[in-house]
């Protein structure tokens, strides 16, 4: 059957989004501090998030296990239809990196696939729900570039990191096959940028920005995971950084819980703490290391815990 026509979303910016947390990063979950830094990340700047009701996994890792693609799809579309139904007109914004790639390749695929589509809207009703307009997807790094931008993100900062060297690990997931609008696959630098606009000292120069961490690898072939990682983490060590930051749960996971058994296997010394954007941001807005959730890490931050222990500069 040919589907009815679905609209495309050409919702202006705003600073209100239908938000989709994830598995991840959901309170209570192993990136919960994600979900609490950008919270108070998104306080300061007046960014306001509404949880889509009754949201479910986007299938990033299962999803892919023989099922074939109608299941993914769907699990994603069922999301979409909720956020059509409770926050009509609003763009969705995911943390998680998994979680935003296979949104976006839903959007993608149902909207150039008519079969898929209609199968899809068949699941669909059976839950009592459908599809009329297309949202966009959106990951949160890009709300803050293209919505907000540098200079406006900048004007909050009463704590700069000065004196910190980050290394900014972008990861596969925000870099292809999408990307961030504007930024080269090769060497994307909004992180880089995020670093110094915080006050710290980026790294522009670190060749392993977009190495895969490994991915579920970690699980399933730990070894090939493991000298990934351990590129990633030596040559942050080798440009003097202090701390990895990244934009990608299951990057922040891996390349930090991984380092130990690392150590172990190839006789190294690493202990670099593995933050997210937002934990440096709301540390240099001003926030508490509990608004920060820096007691998420497992490799502790102590120079960023040092950092909110201190006075503001007003």
Not at 143 to 172: N, Q, S, T
Not at 252 to 261: F, K, L, P, R, S
């Amino acid at each position: 059957p040919r589907r009815s026509p679905i609209a495309i979303s050409t919702t202006a910016a705003t600073s209100e989004y239908a938000f989709y947390p994830g598995c991840s990063s959901q309170k209570g979950a192993s990136a919960s501090n994600y979900l609490t830094s950008v919270e108070s990340m998104c306080k300061t700047l007046d960014v306001k998030l509404t949880e889509i009701p009754d949201w479910n996994c986007c299938g990033a890792s299962i999803g892919y296990a023989e099922a074939g693609e109608l299941p993914r799809h769907v699990m994603n579309a069922r999301n979409f239809a909720l956020s059509e139904k409770n926050l009509p007109g609003q763009e969705i914004v995911a943390t998680c990196a998994a979680c935003w790639l296979g949104a976006r390749e839903t959007r993608e695929r149902l909207t150039h696939s008519d079969t898929l589509m209609a199968d899809t809207r068949e699941a669909l009703k059976e839950a009592g729900l459908t599809i009329n307009e297309m949202p966009n997807i959106r990951h949160m790094v890009e709300v803050l570039i293209e919505d907000l931008g540098f200079d406006e993100m900048k004007k909050h900062v009463v704590r700069p990191l000065e004196g910190v060297k980050i290394a900014g690990y972008v990861g596969c997931q925000t870099n292809r096959p999408f990307g961030v609008d504007g930024e080269s696959f090769e060497n994307p630098q909004y992180l880089d940028k995020m670093v110094e606009m915080v006050g710290a000292e980026s790294i522009p120069e670190y060749e392993q920005k977009v190495t895969c961490c490994g991915g579920a690898l970690a699980f399933s072939e730990p070894e090939k995971a493991q000298a990934q990682i351990k590129d990633i983490v030596e040559s942050a060590y080798d440009h003097g950084a202090e701390m990895i930051v990244t934009p990608c749960p299951l990057c922040q996971a891996n390349v930090e819980i991984y380092q130990g058994q690392i150590n172990k296997t190839y006789g190294t010394k690493f202990n670099i703490p593995v933050m997210y954007y937002s934990q440096l941001m709301v540390v240099a807005y001003g926030g508490s290391a509990k608004e920060a959730a820096l007691n998420g890490q497992v490799i502790k931050a102590r120079r960023l815990e040092e950092i909110a222990a201190k006075p503001v500069k007003r």
